[in-house]
């Protein structure tokens, strides 16, 4: 059975990814942004685990298996999708990770806070 466990496995084999939290629950992060996480909205399933990818992607694999791959309302303008891990394998989850990981890595860092003038 995969649980987040196994997705921290997977993810923090990648290179420069680390645990984390976002909203308050557990994460992995590149380069301080997220790549996945326990849905923190409680609108997702329970055992669902988000994954940041970019909008077509995540089109493509909401139609060719939304028994596995689903969105809540409150996900829809957010760049990922939700994943009920009771339905994939460790083989789709190392390449739905991966695509996060290219998706994510391809993402401008952000701009740090200017500090404040004193």
């Known amino acids: 059975m995969i649980t987040f466990d196994t997705v921290q496995e997977i993810g923090l ?9 976002a909203y308050g629950v557990p994460a992995l992060k590149v380069r301080g942004q997220l790549l996945a996480c326990v849905p923190a909205n409680p609108s997702a399933e329970p055992g669902s685990l988000l994954v940041r990818v970019d909008f077509d992607d995540r089109a493509e694999l909401l139609a060719g298996d939304p028994d596995v791959y689903y969105l809540t309302d409150h996900y ?43």
Request: glycine fraction near 10%.
């Open 76 to 118: 829809v303008n957010y760049a990922g999708v939700l994943v009920r891990l009771s339905r994939v394998d460790r083989g789709t989850l190392r390449d739905l990770l991966g695509m996060a990981y290219k998706f994510v890595i391809r993402q401008p860092k952000r701009a740090s806070r200017k500090p404040k003038r004193r």
């Open 13 to 21: 084999s990648m290179p420069g990814v680390e645990k984390g939290l």
